[in-house]
């Protein structure tokens, strides 16, 4: 893969492209505070002893490769203190992580972030629609991973779109547990031999949540634990940049033939709901002043009470005078209204919300 590189202010920065090496030692040479985010799956350290079997005596091909072997929980803590630390030092100030793991390591991940100066905004639970059962039936069917949301640090301004994972979820505030599926089928990457390319690969509707959720297009990625680059070809196709880094040769090849036949989506496609406290603030005397609505015009509430438009963008009714906002929770006895939605005008004898205004006047300015 060609190489490309972004200018950061503190150096280049080589986006789009997997990086070979030691993810602690890569992402130490990299400029400091250019990544928008990171998603990080690192090795889970399950502590396998021995070859777990099906009840037909068939192995189950489990997560018994090098790479996820440490010696010791001190060890364990170690490596994760040392790539957090890594990982810390490239996030801008606003940025943030995800870290995702199992029970065998996530509390001690938790732990480590809260010490390396992360602020825990949510854990998330993936629980699996169809998971692996327990074939020993010894323990509960482990259904679930668990994914942790930080910031750089407390206060800072993280990105997240609410209104789009709102969306996602059919107008419905999106909750902290995931129900999604883990990857099989087509979307299950085969090395040359007909074998699962990589025992853990991550579904990509669960990197589309993430990315959706608490990026922008143009936003850089990260991913110290590349594997076979579901980041990655989420990112491309989101409009976002990346940066991979993975150790593994094969791995490294599945991942770069996955990214190569990955297409990028239009960039109107891109476009997400944004948030309601994003949008540019506009005042209603603006109304008032573009003469979208007149001095001395009648406003009505839900249940037939008037006001009357003031020329300094004001409202009189019932001898209430005061914001769209005051005379609105005035006139019901409320402590407080939004008035946007609260008022209405009359045209053409048709009853229409102010808000429908405010609507033209946030596209004129975002055009």
Request: aromatic fraction near 8%.
């Amino acid at each position: 893969m060609t190489t490309m590189t972004k200018n950061t202010g503190a150096g280049a920065l080589p986006i789009n492209t997997i990086l070979d090496g030691d993810c602690i030692e890569v992402m130490n040479s990299l400029p400091e505070a250019s990544v928008d985010l990171i998603f990080a799956d690192p090795p889970y350290n399950l502590q396998l002893r021995s070859d777990l079997h099906r009840p037909d005596n068939s192995k189950v091909d489990a997560v018994d490769d090098a790479w996820d072997q440490f010696s010791s929980f001190a060890a364990y803590d170690k490596f994760t203190q040392d790539w957090l630390k890594a990982a810390r030092r490239l996030l801008k100030p606003n940025g943030a992580i995800w870290v995702i793991g199992s029970y065998h390591n996530i509390f001690r991940v938790g732990a480590a972030l809260q010490n390396a100066g992360f602020w825990i905004l949510n854990d998330v639970v993936w629980r699996k629609s169809n998971p692996m059962p327990n074939f020993r039936g010894k323990r509960f069917t482990n259904a679930h991973e668990t994914m942790i949301w930080a910031s750089k640090e407390e206060g800072a301004k993280y990105t997240f779109n609410y209104e789009a994972l709102k969306a996602l979820n059919e107008g419905v505030q999106m909750r902290s547990d995931w129900v999604l599926p883990i990857c099989t089928g087509h979307e299950r990457l085969k090395d040359d031999n007909g074998d699962k390319a990589h025992p853990t690969q991550k579904p990509e509707s669960l990197l589309h949540r993430v990315l959706v959720g608490s990026t922008n297009p143009g936003d850089v990625v990260l991913d110290p634990f590349f594997g076979t680059g579901t980041t990655g070809a989420v990112a491309k196709m989101l409009g976002r940049e990346f940066i991979g880094i993975e150790r593994d040769e094969g791995y490294r090849k599945v991942a770069q033939k996955r990214l190569d036949s990955t297409r990028r989506y239009d960039r109107e496609a891109l476009i997400v709901s944004a948030s309601k406290r994003a949008a540019p603030r506009v005042p209603f005397g603006q109304l008032v002043e573009r003469g979208m609505l007149r001095p001395g015009e009648e406003l009505f509430s839900p249940r037939g009470k008037i006001a009357k438009v003031r020329a300094d963008g004001t409202l009189i009714g019932d001898q209430v005078k005061g914001s769209i906002h005051q005379v609105g929770a005035a006139f019901e006895g409320a402590p407080s209204c939004n008035g946007w939605t609260y008022w209405h005008f009359r045209r053409d004898g048709k009853t229409i919300p102010i808000d429908l205004l405010r609507q033209q006047i946030r596209s004129e300015m975002e055009a």
